[in-house]
């Protein structure tokens, strides 16, 4: 019966590790979800014209390159 532990406790870990993996992953796929309903298509937070303290940045934010048709 001893020799049995060591190998139900390996079988154990690996569901929790499994378990915690499989958590990651839905809650990863969660907010992935909730940015793409959320967000407008090309805009970041915070907007790129200010700066996280509510003032204006020292530099300006790159302007993004529209590709013409």
């Keep these: 019966?001893?020799?049995?532990?060591?190998?139900?406790?390996?079988?154990?870990?690996?569901?929790i590790?499994?378990?915690v993996a499989g958590?990651?992953?839905g809650i990863d796929q969660?907010?992935?979800?909730?940015?793409v309903s959320t967000l407008a298509e090309g805009r970041s937070f915070p907007s790129s014209?200010?700066?996280c303290n509510g003032s204006s940045c020292a530099t300006p934010a790159p302007r993004s390159r529209s590709r013409a048709a």
Excluded at 1 to 15: D, K
Excluded at 30 to 35: H, I, R
């Design 23 to 25: 958590a990651i992953y």
């Design 49 to 51: 014209t200010a700066c």
């Design 30 to 35: 969660l907010s992935k979800q909730y940015v």
């Design 17 to 19: 590790l499994v378990g």
């Design 1 to 15: 019966m001893e020799a049995e532990r060591p190998a139900r406790t390996g079988v154990i870990t690996l569901l």
